[in-house]
């Protein structure tokens, strides 16, 4: 069990594998093929997280880091004194994460499969799956912020490669998809400059950007009740110290479930530490004498007195500087010691500052990935991509890395107050906002865009007043009740398609079940709208339909209606992650939601913060939008009467597509009961005998330092539910006729002449798009113009053309004639000439006749003769 | 006996006479009849010196001399005969494309 900790590595080399397969032998794959080796990849993944937990569990939550071979050493600059290593962190945030990325991951990989089959790009797109699920894995198991960043830029790569991925679609379509990726990368390029700045902020005052480093506790305190006390204590079960130190009845008998799992999981003693408000290591240390809380039976270290200032991470050296009063310094552990001044070029400040501003860009960089105000606007247009995409990426897991990021640097945002209260604002308001803006949505995976940035806004404003834990817990039920609703809203659109597709062939007595997209693609071929030249042969079947019936879309929801008969699986497991999105009662949704209300209200009267003021009314607000549109959404689709002629030939989908949908909706119904708030009372159905009170949170905060256990609180919970049944009976009171649109196909709401300016603000998205065009993109694109003016008539007109070109030719014309043309070339011709004058004149020694030529050798001879009889003629 | 001398400028005038027949005649066998004198006259030389010296080196190399000769023979006219062929005629005055 020790050992386990050390495949996870493998976690991310299998969908990379995966990746690498798909990419390489991809076209020779047949679609069966790629998609096992999809699924099986992500699949495994889902094996290896489940692996991790129950290292953790085994392992009395000791974290883990794990150095993968080949990697050691990743980045070193040693005469900069710079080493960041490649390591992967297990400890319980990041397996949450794991969890439940790789688990909707995978079944999402096995819808895909489904739903992208006849794609003539299918092997790609499940190697785009898999290197973005690879990508994911890296950005949560990272032990430093460098990893986080290179998961954090691969995703953005992927989701831009997918949300592109139909770039090729015909009449403009493909342009379409083409900007919508590049928006997304442009968006999220704003939120990446901020955390760079905060990785540069970060790497500058800790010189690391180390999470924890080896053998060093998130939460002391946390591991107390671990700590081997007295013998006599054998056995003894006591209530466990929550942090918070706040006494409700209950939660004694409910967090001993944690305990008891770490007694009978070592089979060791657990003895209880009384002390509250303390951080943990050095109550340990007094209590049993220094040596012995480090050489504790657990076989690791429960606290970090034995590391020095420089041997911890950057939270572990953050936590220490921020405790620090005015002047005070700590040894560094070299020597040298460390205060809270930090010197950043010429400007010198304080730590606390320095904390705030890490924590602002890193809210940027959150903003950009996470989808809030002001850098929200990429996720609507990101439903270009194919479903399985906008589920995967852009429900459950790409846009939680951003709150991930937060949670796992609640070291800053929790002693950075300001910039808090501008995380409450900024997530209450994008939740808000959001929720507005999917009222007077017509395309219906539009709907589930703008409620996933409202429900991402639920999770910072989390987080903004200090509910790490329940950020993370409204993140995990969010992944699963929000991939359900993708994955339905893909069988539906897959549906439509079919039904039309269906209608085509019987209008024109082709008969049987249309699948010859050849036809279709001939057909598309003859009016001739590829404008950009690709080759449009092949094109996937259900994306052409367009080509017969303009104004069909089989993603608005204008066609649809009375659906559920069609797609009754589709139906129910809708039902229930609405539901669940609504805050029912005791839907998934509705724990982590009332959690996050909870303790804004908490925040608000007991601590009297104004973010908790801010947050619950603006979430509470924000909750009555989410009940009312999704209302909306599931009347206008499955109930009524069908608005066009495709609902009556609508199948239900294949097994591929609905049993994700099943095992989802199971999940969105029981995701909830992991984290049951302290005293529920009756409201927990008793299920906490099964799963135990704030189960998760228990679990979190032995790597995530300030989370805090939430309690029930039966006004909010009651005030919750209230607005949302509200919100569901207004909504049925509106769009539950037999057709709840006009005959013009106009929202009742637009009928009304009352409500008509808000649907209509509501439908325009606020025209947030216009205004970024205004503010941003015409000033962007004069500034680009007048700059093209500059380069083309002074750069190209007159720098190139007068002064470069002209100059260019001037000395041109010099070099070639006088110097290359006279003179080297004159030399060259020179030494040609002389050697033809002096060969005219030997050759006229070659007679030919032989008689010259013996008369030359008689001479030579008689010379030769001559010569050596000279000396013997001479004497 | 014949003195060696006598030997000797028999073999100087024979010699003299292929020399100036080689460059004075034009007609190829004639030439290369001239040349087989002055190999003959040295010959004569080297046979009378052996003579005098009492040594085989000099009729060693008389054979050798006349080995080569006959060679000589052969390929010359070959060659002669084949630029008959084609010339006409065996006047060396007339071959003379090696001009330069």
Request: proline share 3%; with cysteine.
């Amino acid at each position: 069990m020790q050992n386990l900790a050390l495949i996870a590595p493998l976690i991310i080399l299998f969908p990379s594998v995966g990746a690498f397969i798909n990419f390489v032998w991809g076209p020779k794959l047949n679609e069966r093929a790629s998609a096992i080796i999809g699924s099986v990849a992500a699949g495994a993944t889902f094996f290896i997280a489940l692996g991790m937990f129950s290292y953790l569990t085994g392992n009395n939550f000791q974290p883990a880091i794990i150095d993968p071979p080949l990697l050691d050493g990743w980045l070193r600059i040693p005469s900069a004194n710079l080493e960041i290593p490649w390591q992967q962190r297990i400890d319980t945030l990041s397996v949450t994460m794991l969890l439940f990325v790789t688990f909707v991951g995978t079944l999402i990989h096995i819808y895909a499969a489904g739903y992208m089959h006849g794609d003539k790009r299918f092997s790609r797109f499940f190697a785009y799956l898999n290197m973005f699920l690879a990508f994911m894995l890296i950005l949560v198991t990272g032990n430093n912020f460098l990893m986080m960043f290179v998961g954090w830029e691969g995703v953005g790569v992927c989701s831009y490669l997918l949300i592109g991925f139909w770039w090729d679609k015909p009449k403009g379509e493909g342009i379409k998809n083409a900007n919508a990726a590049r928006k997304a990368f442009i968006a999220n390029r704003v939120g990446d400059f901020g955390v760079l700045m905060a990785l540069f902020l970060t790497f500058w005052t800790f010189g690391s950007l180390d999470f924890f480093k080896p053998t060093e506790i998130a939460n002391p305190a946390h591991y107390e009740h671990l700590v081997h006390e007295d013998d006599s204590h054998a056995g003894e079960e006591d209530s466990h110290s929550g942090e918070e130190g706040d006494d409700h009845g209950g939660e004694g008998e409910g967090e001993s479930t944690t305990a008891q799992t770490v007694a009978l999981s070592t089979d060791t003693t657990v003895a209880q530490e009384g002390e509250e408000d303390d951080h943990g290591g050095e109550a340990a240390a007094d209590d049993h004498g220094g040596e012995e809380s480090h050489s504790d039976p657990f076989g690791f270290y429960v606290n970090n007195d034995h590391l020095t200032y420089n041997q911890l991470g950057v939270f572990g050296q953050a936590e220490k500087l921020l405790k620090l009063g005015e002047g005070e310094t700590l040894d560094r552990g070299d020597g040298t010691q460390v205060g809270r001044t930090v010197v950043i070029g010429s400007w010198t400040t304080d730590i606390d500052t320095v904390v705030s501003l890490i924590a602002l860009f890193m809210l940027l960089g959150a903003a950009g990935k996470s989808a809030q105000i002001p850098l929200f606007v990429w996720l609507p247009d990101a439903m270009a991509g194919p479903t399985p995409v906008s589920a995967l990426i852009h429900a459950a897991t790409m846009v939680t890395a951003g709150v991930y990021m937060m949670v796992r640097s609640n070291t800053f945002f929790y002693y950075a107050d300001e910039v808090s209260l501008i995380v409450t604002i900024i997530g209450g308001v994008t939740a808000l906002a959001a929720g507005f803006m999917a009222l007077g949505q017509w395309d219906i995976k539009r709907v589930l865009a703008y409620s996933t940035v409202s429900q991402l806004g639920f999770m910072v404003a989390a987080v903004g007043i200090g509910a790490y834990a329940a950020a993370i817990f409204h993140m995990m039920t969010h992944a699963f009740f929000k991939a359900l609703l993708f994955l339905g809203s893909g069988s539906v659109i897959h549906g439509m398609e079919h039904g039309h597709h269906h209608l085509h062939d019987h209008g024109h007595g082709a008969g049987g079940h249309g699948h010859d997209d050849k036809a279709h693609a001939a057909a598309h071929d003859s009016h001739g709208h590829d404008s950009h030249g690709h080759d449009s042969h092949g094109h996937d079947e259900k994306h052409d339909d367009h080509a017969h019936d303009d104004h069909f879309d089989p993603q608005d929801m204008r066609t649809m209606g009375g659906l559920s008969r069609r797609m009754p699986i589709t139906y129910i497991t809708y039902v229930i992650g609405a539901a669940a999105l609504a805050g029912i009662w005791p839907l998934s949704g509705f724990w982590s939601k009332d959690e996050i209300l909870a303790d804004a209200w908490r925040a608000a009267i007991f601590d009297g913060k104004l973010s908790g003021y801010i947050a619950l009314g603006l979430l509470l607000a924000a909750a009555f939008m989410t009940a009312f549109y999704m209302t909306r959404q599931v009347w206008l689709v499955f109930h009524g009467e069908g608005r066009h002629d495709a609902v009556k030939h609508v199948p239900e989908s294949v097994w591929q597509m609905t049993v994700p949908l099943i095992i989802l909706g199971v999940f969105s119904v029981f995701i909830g009961f992991v984290n049951l708030p302290s005293d529920p009372g009756v409201s927990s159905l008793g299920l906490e005998a099964v799963f135990g009170l704030h189960a998760l949170t228990d679990w979190l905060e032995y790597s995530v330092l300030h989370a805090h256990v939430g309690a029930f609180e039966w006004l909010i919970a009651l005030v919750a539910t209230g607005v949302g049944l509200a919100a569901i009976f207004l909504g049925i009171r509106i769009y539950g006729g037999a057709n709840p649109l006009n005959e013009k196909n106009e929202d009742p709401l637009y009928v009304n002449r009352g409500f008509r300016p808000l649907f209509v603000f509501s439908n325009a998205r606020m025209y947030w798009d216009e205004a970024y065009d205004r503010l941003f993109i015409r000033p962007f694109q004069a500034i680009a113009r007048l700059l093209a003016r500059v380069d083309w008539d002074f750069w190209h007109d007159y720098v190139h053309d007068s002064v470069i070109t002209k100059g260019f030719n001037g000395v041109a014309k010099i070099l070639s004639q006088p110097v290359d043309n006279g003179l080297i070339d004159g030399t060259v011709r020179g030494v040609g000439r002389l050697v033809k004058g002096i060969s005219g004149v030997l050759r006229q020694a070659q007679t030919g006749y032989v008689r010259v030529y013996a008369v030359a050798l008689l001479v030579g001879v008689v010379a030769v003769v001559v010569l050596m009889l000279l000396p013997v003629l001479q004497g | 006996m014949v003195p060696t001398e006598a030997y000797v400028i028999l073999s100087m005038v024979l010699f003299a006479m292929g020399t100036l027949g080689v460059l004075l005649r034009r007609n190829a066998i004639i030439v290369f009849m001239s040349v087989e004198l002055m190999l003959n006259a040295s010959n004569l030389a080297l046979v009378a010196f052996s003579r005098q010296w009492q040594g085989v080196d000099g009729q060693l190399f008389t054979f050798f001399v006349m080995t080569v000769a006959a060679a000589e023979v052969a390929v010359g006219l070959a060659l002669i005969v084949a630029i008959f062929r084609t010339k006409q005629s065996i006047n060396i005055d007339e071959l003379h494309l090696m001009e330069g």
